[in-house]
């Protein structure tokens, strides 16, 4: 019924109160197929998107109904990647900062295998072969899961005994 009270002009609405109940289910089917016709439209549109313009309204369509990122719990499946090439700023993810980084030896210096060995048994509590066996595997992560002020003062150490070492 709002339907058809926004189609008629508000004079006309005291006129369809007086109408036959057979002329207000035509108006009222006719206001059906009309909706029927838009969803069929609107249909055919989404399917001849591509998929990255398909990507980009799913975003959009999430935004415009209030759901976050990885919508509400009894919603069913939902697309949860990151933002598209295309697509406007709001639509991009918050970028997190890392807290837990990784210490890994690309290289090191021959001459200071021996102390480099030492150090690397030092920070991971290895025993003297595993220590060895793990620095002459190099390039390998000798700590995993450090916090940046823990890992910053194991690679100054072990840049200072010749190794090259990067913070993952």
């Known amino acids: ?31 059906a197929e ?7 439209r609107i249909s055919d549109e989404l399917l001849s998107l591509s ?25 069913g499946p939902i697309l949860t990647t990151g933002s598209a090439a295309g697509s406007g700023a709001a639509d991009a993810p918050a970028t997190v900062e890392k807290t837990a980084f990784d210490i890994k030896l690309e290289k090191f210096d021959a001459a200071a295998k021996i102390k480099i060995i030492k150090e690397v048994r030092a920070f ?9 066996d793990m620095v002459e595997k190099a390039p390998v992560v000798l700590k995993k899961g450090l ?3 823990e890992a910053n003062p194991i690679l100054e150490k072990l840049k ?9």
Do not use: C, H, Q, W
């Open 34 to 40: 009309s909706r029927t016709n838009k969803l069929e």
């Open 160 to 168: 200072e005994l010749g190794a090259t070492v990067v913070l993952e």
């Open 1 to 31: 019924m709002y339907t058809i009270a926004r189609k008629l002009p508000s004079k006309s609405l005291t006129g369809l109160l007086a109408l036959s109940p057979k002329t207000i289910s035509r108006f009222l089917s006719a206001a």
């Open 51 to 75: 998929k990255l313009e398909r990507y980009d309204y799913a975003i959009l369509f999430r935004l415009k109904m209030g759901l976050d990122r990885f919508g509400s719990a009894g919603s």
């Open 124 to 132: 991971t509590d290895l025993g003297l072969k595993e220590a060895k």
């Open 147 to 149: 916090t940046k002020d």
